[in-house]
Nanobody, 123 residues
Framework: QVQLVESGGGLVQAGGSLRLSCAASGRTFFNYAMGWFRQAPGKVQEFVSAITYSGTRIDYSDSVKGRFTISRDNAKNTVYLQMNSLKPEDTAVYYC????????????????WGQGTQVTVSS
């Protein structure tokens, strides 16, 4: 049973920071890309960031570029999302996802998903 468990969400004031973690278990994630997505109330899910297994390829959405940083610790099967300079529009449920590596886009076709963690940014 593959499990992705997110943690680190919470309530923060605008301009503040949070660090999300996603711990993977149930199988080896060797050569798996890991990504973060989010869904705000009444909106469709959107891509936030993703990283390849080696970390040599990273992608960010334009809305978070320069404010968020993705990283991973393969020894711990964990991926992180450091979120700085948070804005009220960053408020959403954040989901972790995983997929086998490919040469395609890091933004689509994820096989495994976590349950999500709520991030609320107050103005």
């Amino acid at each position: 049973q593959v499990q992705l468990v997110e943690s680190g969400g919470g309530l923060v004031q605008a301009g503040g920071s949070l660090r999300l973690s996603c711990a993977a278990s149930g199988r080896t994630f060797f050569n798996y890309a890991m990504g973060w997505f989010r869904q705000a109330p009444g909106k469709v899910q959107e891509f936030v960031s993703a990283i390849t297994y080696s970390g040599t390829r990273i992608d960010y959405s334009d809305s978070v570029k320069g404010r968020f940083t993705i990283s991973r610790d393969n020894a711990k099967n964990t991926v992180y999302l450091q979120m700085n300079s948070l804005k009220p529009e960053d408020t959403a449920v954040y989901y972790c996802a995983a997929k086998p590596m490919s040469n395609g886009s890091l933004r689509i076709n994820y096989n495994y998903w976590g349950q999500g963690t709520q991030v609320t940014v107050s103005s």
